[in-house]
Every structure is written in structure tokens, then in C-alpha cells.
């Protein structure tokens, strides 16, 4: 039986979700080190073989209609060696909202000098969007506004990125998608359009600190915003031993407190996870949030503390 209080927030987040006119929801994920992708297209083809990736995240755990996550990535360097490709499907619920979205990116890379190099990636593709309004609890159960479910709409994203690597640091901007969904009610139609004042921006960055040759504290930070009322700031450091196992904290302010693990379990597999505590105002309606990554890399190369190691 759900708290009053906790009904309450879940009818205000559907509301703020599905139903306001400028709607716009940015998948939040903790472990984007284990996979750049999600945040920066010009991560593609930056490990030098190809990589594949699976995210699953539960957002808020105990909250219910609170965002589920999942991403299933690879990409990987082309025969030509300034050309990368890479493929991100991602599948995300908040609410009464489903969002699907296959995104298709490619990286020019340019090489500035040893191990030094500069990638810029454009990447788009098609979102599948379904909105389930008859889900929603109100007051009264015949609202005309709500018996009716939004049929699935397709709609386009198109997103862009740099991202400079070199050894033991890196640095990157982003913006992962430009268009925002407008929902009509009324017509029960779904736009996408570029609006300059709900961009999200993302810039990141990080540095190795080599203590010596068995540990390493990989350092970094992560800033994204949306408008002057919706940005957030990571900063991360994970100390990893011999480059198999790896243990640190991500702290996002004013939101959460970040508990992060990373587990090299071979030469090709390497598992990871999150557990986020809340400090924020929902802290006391849910049990924090759980974030688990599986990297798969189809070769495998000599390790050593580096940017893609970072990120």
C-alpha cells in the first residue's frame, strides 16, 4: 500500500512527463565511465577494437512508475584508420512513457601526435515514443482526458561530440541529442523540434594518477546542462588494483552519493556496478538506485593505465 504522499508524487511525475508540452526526459546514468558512448558520440572506435556493452538501470528502487534504463551498445574502428562506427540502442520508461531510440554514430579521428588524438562524431537515428495515459491514477476514472493511449510515434534525434584523448587524460563536450517531444493531447500527436533553450550539453573529463605500477586512481568529472534550472555535476575516482578490480566514489551534487565497483573478470570481460544514494528530496521514498554494466571486447590488447581505461 503506497504512502499518500508517495501517490502523490508518482500523478506529478506522470503529469510532468507525458503531458506538459515542452515533455523532455535525459536517461541519468552513474557507470559512464564502463561506456562513453552514452554520453559523447565521438567516443566510438575509441578503444581500438570493437566493444560491446549492456546496461540495465532501476532508478529509484521501491518507487513505483520510477525510470528503467537499458542500453545495448558496440562500435568499433573501420578498416580505414581515421573512421570509426558504432551502434547504441537504448530503451527507457519514466512514468507512462516508453521511449525506444536506435542511434547510428560516426567518428573522424585525427591523430595530434603520440598516443594523442582529437574525434569528432556526428550520430542519429529514429526514437519509437508510446505513452500509456490510461495507466495514470486520477481522481476521477472516466477523465476523457485519459482514455485514450498515444499510439506509438516515430521521431528523429541527431546529437554530435568531441572527444580528446591522450595519455593518462582525456577531455570531451557533447550534445547527445538536440530535438525535444512536444505531445498534443488534443490531436494525440508527437513533434520533434530544436528548441536552443533545452539543449543538453554535456563536458566531461579526466586524469590518471599512477601511485605506482599496481595501483592507479582513475579521476573525473562529468557536467551536464539543460537549462539555467537543469544541470548536474559528477566527480568521480576510482582506485583500481593490477588493472583487475577497481573501487570508488561518484558524487553528484546535491543529488546522490555514488558507490562504484569495477571487475576485470578476463581479458575480454569486464563487469561493473553503481549504487546510488539519494540525498535529494526523494531520499525518503525510495532505497537508492542500481546501475550494472557488462563490457565485452572483441580482442584484446596489452593493458595499461590510459583514457580509455578512464572512460
Avoid at 155 to 180: Q, R
Wanted: glycine share 8%; aromatic share 12%; hydrophobic share 40%.
Amino acid at each position: 500500500m503506497l504512502h499518500p504522499m508517495q501517490k502523490l508524487l508518482i500523478i506529478l511525475m506522470f503529469l510532468s512527463g507525458t503531458l506538459a508540452c515542452t515533455a523532455q526526459h535525459q536517461p541519468l546514468y552513474s557507470h559512464y565511465m564502463l561506456n562513453g558512448l552514452v554520453v559523447n558520440p565521438a567516443y566510438t572506435g575509441s578503444r581500438g577494437v570493437f566493444t560491446a556493452n549492456a546496461m540495465h538501470r532501476r532508478q529509484w528502487a521501491s518507487f513505483e512508475g520510477a525510470p528503467i534504463s537499458q542500453v545495448v551498445s558496440i562500435h568499433g574502428p573501420s578498416k580505414r584508420e581515421r573512421l570509426a562506427f558504432g551502434l547504441l540502442v537504448a530503451n527507457d520508461r519514466h512514468g507512462v512513457t516508453a521511449n525506444t531510440s536506435l542511434s547510428f554514430s560516426l567518428a573522424y579521428r585525427l591523430k595530434l601526435g603520440e598516443k594523442k588524438s582529437l574525434a569528432f562524431a556526428i550520430s542519429g537515428g529514429p526514437q519509437f515514443t508510446t505513452v500509456k495515459f490510461t495507466d495514470v491514477v486520477t481522481v476521477d476514472p472516466n477523465d476523457p482526458a485519459f482514455s485514450n493511449n498515444l499510439r506509438s510515434r516515430i521521431l528523429p534525434d541527431l546529437g554530435t561530440g568531441l572527444y580528446y584523448s591522450a595519455p593518462k587524460m582525456f577531455a570531451g563536450i557533447a550534445v547527445p541529442g538536440f530535438f525535444k517531444r512536444t505531445y498534443n493531447v488534443a490531436d494525440e500527436s508527437v513533434r520533434a523540434s530544436v528548441d536552443t533553450d533545452n539543449i543538453n550539453l554535456i563536458a566531461h573529463a579526466g586524469y590518471i594518477i599512477s601511485v605506482n605500477e599496481n595501483i592507479g586512481i582513475k579521476t573525473s568529472a562529468l557536467f551536464r546542462y539543460i537549462n539555467y534550472n537543469s544541470k548536474t555535476i559528477d566527480i568521480n575516482a576510482i582506485f583500481q588494483y593490477k588493472e583487475h578490480i577497481g573501487a570508488g566514489l561518484s558524487w553528484r551534487i546535491d543529488n546522490s552519493l555514488v558507490a562504484l565497483v569495477e571487475y576485470q573478470i578476463n581479458n575480454q570481460f569486464k563487469l561493473g556496478y553503481a549504487f546510488d544514494y539519494g540525498t535529494g528530496a526523494l531520499r525518503s521514498f525510495n532505497a537508492g538506485s542500481h546501475e550494472i554494466n557488462l563490457q565485452y571486447e572483441f580482442g584484446f590488447k596489452i593493458k595499461s593505465f590510459n583514457p580509455r581505461e578512464i572512460f
